[in-house]
T-cell receptor, first 113, second 112 residues
């Protein structure tokens, strides 16, 4: 299985809602990533988990809260988002580090009303 | 942190060879060069990776000159389905995950 899955595919939420994005991989990869991508822009790194520990938090607002329950699963909890947070949220994983290439999921298209 | 510069867009026709060049003047000794392809509303997909000289796989070739300050992704005989954004990344995860910075990418449009 060489796939990263993300659910839901689409999500519409109000600014007062709480929702979660889910990412899963069963390739035994030890690092997992969240990216945010706005239309016609490159992906921007948000968080990195390495061996289930948060390694990178790229100055992301606290309304985004990542969680790594185990080595195969990565969640992104959303609360009190703003319309400008509407974007494609991508999850990726790598076996460990070094020259590893990233395997990306299909993304969750988030719309904040 | 190696920064990359790519052309914003390129146009081609089916069956032609396309070469996309990425400039990375301050590439570090341990950095690798990786290219990804992205279709609209999908996650990027790995195409090819290299360190120096030439690398070839079933979909592309990557040419890296001796000074490694640039690299060229070569797509042979493109088809309409190759219309996508192509990103060049330069870095080494052993040096830190902050190397995972995507440049602006090149939008390749292939016409019939």
């Amino acid at each position: 299985d060489t796939e990263v899955t993300q659910t839901p595919k689409h999500l519409v939420m109000g600014m007062t809602n709480k929702k979660s994005l889910k990412c899963e991989q069963h390739m035994g990869h030890r690092a997992m990533y969240w990216y945010k991508q706005k239309a016609k822009k490159p992906p921007e790194l948000m968080f990195v988990y390495s061996y289930e520990k948060l390694s990178i938090n790229e100055s992301v607002p606290s309304r985004f809260s990542p969680e790594c329950p185990n080595s195969s699963l990565l969640n992104l909890h959303l609360h009190a988002l703003q319309p400008e947070d509407s974007a494609l949220y991508l999850c990726a994983s790598t076996p460990g580090g070094g020259t590893d290439t990233q395997y990306f999921g299909p993304g969750t298209r988030l719309t904040v009303l | 942190l190696a920064k990359t510069t790519q052309p914003i867009s390129m146009d081609s026709y089916e069956g032609q060879e396309v070469n996309i060049t990425c400039s990375h003047n301050n590439i570090a000794t341990n950095d690798y060069i990786t290219w990804y392809q992205q279709f609209p509303s999908q996650g990027p997909r790995f195409i090819i990776q290299g360190y120096k000289t030439k690398v070839t796989n079933e979909v592309a070739s990557l040419f890296i000159p001796a000074d490694r300050k640039s690299s060229t992704l070569s797509l042979p005989r493109v088809s309409l389905s190759d219309t996508a954004v192509y990103y060049c990344l330069v870095g080494d995860l052993n040096s830190g995950y902050s190397t995972l910075t995507f440049g602006k990418g090149t939008m390749l449009l292939v016409s019939p």
